[in-house]
């Protein structure tokens, strides 16, 4: 839980924009930096980021990705798994991982130091940055950007070909949305103006955590969701599958009238090639409610 909790730290970081490019300083030759990766096919790449791990892990020739974020290789914090995501080397994020690398392209989210950005900025490394997606529009936009960077803008529309044939088969049924939140381990709960609460509306779900007055990442007690259950609860344990000790506490399983769900903490905050994954997760519960 708590490497998890780094994540979500990271995403739910404030959001600052990137300073305009300065130039390199003497001691460095921006020409030793790769502009292409060994093959030839597009700039070379690394990615500080999870969720942009696992959009590039798709679009970019592995060539080209000289690494990734250590997040990715934790399971506690990776979103695309892994075995896929220990083909690439992975990077504690500092400026000076970085510059051994040499990469042509940077890219992070968008809670980048301003002191990281500095540094990466002399040095004569482009950055960019990508935040957290919250609706389904937002991450197709992402992958066509990190796609077109990576000069594979046709394996970005095939990622979101998947997509929209995802979001076709998981169209919520005819009816009244079902309400339902998303609780996490430790009781935290997943808010409204989020990518889960845009993908949990598109399948037949209505999330109450803002109707009772829950923003992103509050808190929910045990105590209150016995008292006033929802129709279903999707319960976030950790990356194993497994409830942690409040998901799973016998007294929810004498609430009549409620279903509970797993559902796997790695498809709540990244878009891009999780989509998918989890329109299918929640369409599935779905189903099973009448």
């Known amino acids: 839980m708590k490497r998890w909790g780094s994540l979500v730290a990271l ?3 404030g959001c600052t924009a990137a300073p305009a490019r300065e130039a390199a300083p003497p001691s460095v030759r921006p020409e030793l930096f790769g502009t292409k990766s060994p093959s030839g096919e597009g700039p070379t790449i690394v990615s500080l980021n999870p969720c942009t791990d696992a959009i590039l892990a798709e679009v970019a020739d592995p060539a080209q990705l000289l690494a990734i974020s250590h997040y990715s290789h934790d399971p506690a914090g990776s979103s695309m798994g892994v075995a ?39 040095l004569g490394l482009k950055l960019e940055q990508v935040p957290i ?4 529009p937002d991450s197709i936009a992402q992958i066509r950007r990190l796609a077109a960077l990576a000069g594979h803008p046709e394996r970005g529309e095939a990622l979101v070909r998947r997509i929209e044939t995802a979001l076709a088969a998981s169209k919520a049924p005819a009816g009244e949305p079902v ?34 007055g829950l923003a992103q990442a509050s808190h929910l007690p045990l105590e209150d969701m016995l008292a006033n259950p929802p129709r279903v609860i999707l319960a976030a344990g950790n990356s194993h599958g497994e409830e942690d000790r409040l998901l799973g506490h016998p007294a929810l399983a004498r609430l009549t009238g409620t ?3 797993p559902l796997d903490p790695a498809l709540l905050w990244c878009g891009g090639p999780t989509i998918p994954q989890t329109l299918a997760r929640l369409a599935e519960v779905r189903r099973t409610v009448r």
């Open 179 to 212: 309400p339902a939140i998303v609780w996490q381990g430790g009781g935290i709960v997943a808010g409204e103006g989020t990518l889960i609460s845009d993908l949990l509306t598109h399948t037949g779900f209505r999330n109450i955590a803002a109707a009772r």
């Open 11 to 13: 995403v739910l970081a």
């Open 259 to 261: 279903t509970r769900a």
């Open 133 to 136: 997606a919250a609706t389904v």
């Open 84 to 122: 896929a995501a220990r083909r690439f080397p992975a990077t504690g994020g500092s400026v000076e991982e970085v510059l051994a690398l040499k990469p042509a392209l940077v890219v992070d989210g968008n809670f980048t130091s301003p002191a990281a950005r500095a540094a990466l900025a002399r």
